[in-house]
């Protein structure tokens, strides 16, 4: 049985993806600050009070998983503050560039021995990361952190191909969660079966691209 560790798990986008490689027939570890009723029903491995942003508590993960083999590391743990010209909170930007561009980098650094070969990581961004398709403006910390951890991923992609390990970076598409008030068009149930599609797809031909869940390629 194939073994997949999700950050974020307990709601939205990481614990639709939960569900969904439960479904599959993948032992999943479902990794949160604090679970959820609905995580806690599932049958996945919960391993709480784990706060990516903090370099213990990710070391308290790696010494809790100890040798064990992952096959898939998707890293979806993140935040969004929305922020305008003349009104940014820098502290609110820091703590984004934290948790959505550093924390999935060291994960995935303390993480490596546990992929074998033939592993995958996935890196849960979003297109508003993209600086071409940037034409609205605002949000610049989530904008800002979004671009650097494609930036880092980029360099991730690279740097593991020797352990034959394939990175993919993954726009979800404008997915119902509460991180957007529920104002989405597609279900997180529909976008993390896409995800898990272009996941799957994942190989050492297309390693390092910045994909949209429902298979576009997108530009940097």
């Known amino acids: 049985m194939k073994t997949a560790l999700i950050t974020g798990a307990n709601r939205g986008i990481g614990l639709a993806l939960t569900e969904v490689y439960l479904n599959q027939g993948w032992q999943v570890i479902a990794v949160c600050r604090s679970s959820s009723v609905e995580l806690s029903a599932t049958s996945a491995e919960v391993i709480e009070g784990i706060d990516v942003a903090k370099p213990e508590d990710v070391k308290m993960l790696c010494s809790k998983l100890g040798n064990r083999t992952i096959d898939l590391l998707i890293n979806n743990a993140g ?123 994942l190989n050492m031909q297309n390693t390092g691209g910045f994909w949209h869940s429902n298979g576009e390629q997108l530009p940097w």
């Open 79 to 201: 935040i969004l503050r929305g922020d305008h010209l003349g009104n940014i909170n820098y502290e609110d930007v820091t703590q984004q560039l934290e948790i959505n561009a550093v924390a999935p980098i060291r994960i995935a650094e303390a993480l490596l021995d546990n992929l074998g070969k033939g592993g995958k990581i996935a890196l849960i961004t979003s297109r508003m990361g993209s600086i071409s398709d940037n034409s609205s403006g605002g949000y610049y910390g989530y904008r800002m952190s979004k671009a650097a951890l494609n930036a880092g991923a980029t360099s991730l992609a690279l740097d593991v191909k020797k352990h034959d390990i394939a990175v993919a970076i993954l726009h979800p598409g404008y997915v119902q969660t509460a991180m957007v008030g529920f104002d989405g068009d597609i279900t997180a149930t529909e976008a993390a079966t896409r995800l898990s599609q272009r996941i799957a797809e």
